[in-house]
């Protein structure tokens, strides 16, 4: 009954976080992933190739994050917010144009700029200033739109791909986001108060301040945070990516694979609604070190699947990582750095994912061309995840003392 309400107060605002990362789906590896196939035909590029570009736009979009999310700190998310989609619009637009291959690098960089990147930066940070008691439980339900997008999106652009060329539907799909805009704009005219304000100091970070990027940046903390923020983006990605060569080393029919991936965003949805109320109740120091534990397992466990079977369990807890990852660390740039210049800092954040979805199909991908199949790799990777949370609990262990005292 008290969500009920919560949802029921809160409606407007929550609703605008839910549209951004929506519309962001269309920036996402996911969906630009459905026409790979048309896109490699039209272009005349090996899968080698696409991965490169498709790396070479995301790690462009990513540099450019570092810059340009600062904005957030200076401009409001009713003048954000609505720019940021039109863009993306253009973008879905760009793809559909493209011609030579540096225009398909451009159309990648946009869409994974505006896409994935700021549609989902201007959400988190709107959320994590609006709400303060709550933040936890407004991240988690914003996020509900990329996972409907994750669940939806894909399915009805590949039915759709029987009846009209891809660059059409590119065009269709940036119409949906314009189509959008008028519906975000009148709920943006409400933005909350007074969290709306980069200014509060109403939740102040590590030794009772807000901090700046620089500042964060002088501190050992962000750094030990890094490997383990990477983690989920790239090889997540990097799974979803080289789905057809798993399935083939595997023995496993490419659309029996594909058919558990349900399972995947069930989890991680549920994974996501189930943290938010617990953020707000133990704080994200306890939980930030756990994150990334159940997608360890989950790569662990394909390592050895025997069968389809087996895999629905595996890519159900790296479901759980990929929910906890979207609401969790969210929080807590808020918690330990305090919220005027959270723009500037979740931008920084927001550039390491991407950046980890540019190097994730990478690495994967060149280490395949070396003889090592991806399922080979895989225990390497949960290594990876297991050492990386290590150094998250060891950053948390020494700064969590300097949190301020709840009141």
């Known amino acids: 009954m008290r969500f009920l309400t919560f949802l029921r107060d809160n409606a407007p605002f929550l609703l605008v976080g839910v549209l951004l ?30 991965g490169f570009l498709y790396s070479v736009g995301t790690t462009a979009s990513a540099l450019v994050m570092i810059w340009t999310g600062i904005l957030t700190d200076t401009f409001r998310v009713r003048v954000l917010g609505p720019i940021v989609l039109v863009l993306l619009a253009l973008s879905c637009a760009t793809m559909a144009f493209a011609s030579t291959w540096w225009g398909l690098v451009f159309a990648i960089f946009a869409l994974r700029f505006f896409g994935q990147g700021m549609s989902t930066l201007v959400a988190t940070v709107a959320m994590a200033r609006w709400f303060v008691l709550t933040r ?21 652009f590949v039915a759709l791909m029987t009846e009209a060329d891809w660059r059409r539907l590119w065009l269709f ?37 807000h ?44 659309m029996g694979l594909v058919a558990i991936f349900p399972v995947f965003t069930v989890a991680s949805a549920a994974a996501m609604f189930g943290s938010g109320d ?15 534990l159940p997608m360890a397992a989950g790569f662990a466990g394909f390592a050895f699947a025997p069968s389809l079977a087996w895999a629905v369990v595996c890519i159900g807890l790296m479901g759980i990582t990929q929910g906890l990852s979207n609401t969790v660390p969210a929080a807590f740039w808020a918690e330990f750095y305090g919220t005027r210049y959270l723009g500037g800092i979740k931008a920084l954040a927001t550039a390491v994912l991407v950046f980890g979805t540019a190097i ?43 949190l301020p005292r709840p009141a």
Request: one cysteine or more.
């Open 21 to 50: 990362t929506f519309c962001s789906s269309f920036g996402q590896t996911f969906f630009i992933s459905v026409f790979a196939g048309q896109i490699r035909g039209e272009f005349g590029l090996s899968n080698g190739d696409w």
């Open 360 to 402: 994730g199909p990478a690495l994967t991908g060149a280490l395949i061309d070396a003889g090592i199949d991806f399922e080979d790799q895989m225990l390497g990777i949960a290594v990876y995840f297991v050492l990386a949370a290590g150094l998250v609990l060891i950053g948390i262990g020494k700064s969590r003392g300097s």
């Open 136 to 156: 936890g439980r407004a991240l988690s339900i914003s996020k509900i739109g990329v996972a409907l997008g994750e669940a939806f999106l894909p399915l009805i």
């Open 211 to 254: 901090w700046t990027r620089g500042r964060m940046l002088r501190h050992p903390l962000y750094w030990l945070l890094i490997p383990a923020l990477m983690a989920p983006a790239a090889f997540s990605t990097a799974f979803f990516f080289h789905q057809v060569h798993l399935a083939e080393v595997k023995g496993w029919s490419h």
């Open 278 to 292: 617990v953020v707000d109740r133990i704080g994200t120091a306890r939980l930030m070190p756990i994150v990334i």
């Open 173 to 209: 799909a940036g119409m949906g986001v314009l189509v959008l805009v008028p519906l975000l704009w009148p709920l943006l005219r409400l933005e909350r108060t007074p969290q709306s304000i980069a200014g509060d100091d109403q939740s102040l970070g590590m030794e009772n301040a």
